[in-house]
């Protein structure tokens, strides 16, 4: 399983503001649903990610848990289309009358 989210901060062992003990990349993002959560940056990205990126997140199950890695960067048209799907989505599913009481917030988080 994937979820869409948007970077609204890079936390890089590269940022002389930030000490760490190891090399790895972690970001703040709001997720399509209104979840703000941190997650890892897969290494691989970890150089070329920057803030407002779209971002697709794997929550594969694993023993531990979801993996909660940021495994693709989705820019350009890609992106705005990705993300624009999952807002709208979710609005859909707010505003669904009188028998959608109160979004909940969905269990996938931590």
Not at 19 to 30: E, I
Request: glycine residues 6%; proline residues 2%.
């Amino acid at each position: 399983m994937y979820h869409i989210g948007k970077v609204i901060e890079v936390f890089s062992s590269e940022d002389k503001n930030i000490v760490t003990f190891d090399s790895n990349a972690q970001a703040m993002l709001d997720m399509w649903d209104e979840n703000l959560i941190t997650v890892g940056i897969d290494f691989h990205l970890s150089k070329s990610i920057k803030k407002d990126d779209i971002v697709l997140v794997d929550y594969t199950a694993t023993q531990t848990g979801p993996r909660m890695v940021i495994v693709k960067l989705l820019r350009g048209e890609v992106g705005k289309r990705a993300w624009k799907q999952y807002k709208d989505h979710f609005e859909r599913m707010r505003t669904k009358g009188p028998a959608a009481k109160a979004v909940t917030k969905q269990s996938y988080v931590g």
